[in-house]
């Protein structure tokens, strides 16, 4: 069996990317898995020495089939970098694996994500396979099951499945528009896909993954998730660019350390699964409130601390 590439996008963590690197290297199809590294140029001069670190590390990186690294000479920001890697894999490969430095993989991602490709490879409505899980409550009956859109916390997808992705956010704004699915997209209410997406076309922020959600979305394509997950995101701790620091961390999860079989399930998102989802997504809207509000008032402290 050919093993898909994996896409590793970096920038300016090295102690997150070392992590990322060596729970790959403890899936058993590592020495056989072409490694892509696509390295960030810095955006401005403050980054260059952690820039550095980490091309100073990934140069070093040993133990896949091959290793090959592109490192960009001027800033292209995570969103251009994926679209960009993404599209370049998948064409030359039909199929692609992606993770960014903040996550951490099990030991049986690699077996799952190209058991998964394998298994629907010519499955049309199955646009991508996800190894993160959301700390949803419900038991699924299977040891996989579907939801509508993507999820970008450690995915995979086929040449097929990434040709319907669309970067105009403006063009899917507008469809969901038309077609009057934005409370569907938004989960009922309970997460802001929507707002998202306005931010990206007003400038407000760059998001590839909300307009690779909405791509899938408005086609009506199926991922793919574990019961149990395969990835886990070490990156809210304020490191990263996109993501500011959490107290109380709504996404953790228990990283699953047996395999995860990939079996005949209807090809359809259960309903149950949905209704588990919009409450998780609550409860963790509830829980980012806190943590800004938290955060406020530690500014708050620090601030009469210097004052005294």
């Known amino acids: 069996m050919s093993l898909a590439p994996i896409a590793l996008f970096v920038y300016n963590r090295p102690w997150h990317t070392r992590q990322t690197v060596e729970a790959l290297l403890a899936n058993a199809e590592a020495d056989r898995t072409p490694l892509y590294v696509f390295s960030d140029a810095p955006k401005n001069a403050a980054l260059n020495g952690a820039v550095a670190e980490v091309r100073l590390y990934i140069r070093t990186i040993t133990g896949f089939r091959s290793v090959t690294f592109i490192e960009r000479e001027s800033n292209y920001g995570l969103a251009r970098s994926i679209i960009d890697g993404v599209t370049r894999l998948s064409d030359e ?16 991602f690699l077996r799952y994500m190209n058991n998964a490709l394998d298994f629907y490879e010519h499955e049309d409505r199955v646009i991508s396979v996800a190894g993160y899980r959301y700390p949803i409550k419900h038991k699924p009956e299977s040891s996989t099951f579907f939801l509508k859109g993507t999820n970008c916390w450690g995915w995979a997808t086929w040449k097929r499945g990434w040709d319907l992705f669309e970067a105009n956010g403006e063009r899917l704004l507008a469809q969901l528009r038309e077609r009057q699915l934005m409370t569907e997209f938004d ?120 004052l005294k």
């Open 93 to 108: 490969y039909g199929r692609v694996i992606v993770l960014e430095d903040d996550l951490v993989a099990s030991p049986y």
């Open 187 to 306: 989960i009922n209410g309970a997460y802001g896909y929507t707002r998202m997406l306005k931010g990206q076309v007003q400038g407000e922020n760059d998001s590839w993954a909300v307009r690779w959600h909405a791509s899938s979305f408005l086609k009506n394509r199926l991922t793919l998730l574990p019961y149990k997950s395969l990835v886990k995101n070490i990156g809210l701790d304020g490191s990263g660019v996109h993501c500011t620091r959490m107290i109380q961390n709504p996404f953790d999860v228990e990283l699953c350390l047996e395999p995860v079989s990939v079996e005949q399930i209807p090809i359809e998102v259960d309903a149950q699964v949905v209704k588990s989802l919009e409450i998780y997504y609550r409860s963790a809207r509830q829980t980012r409130n806190w943590n800004a509000v938290k955060r406020l008032g530690q500014n708050i402290k620090r601030r009469l601390f210097f």
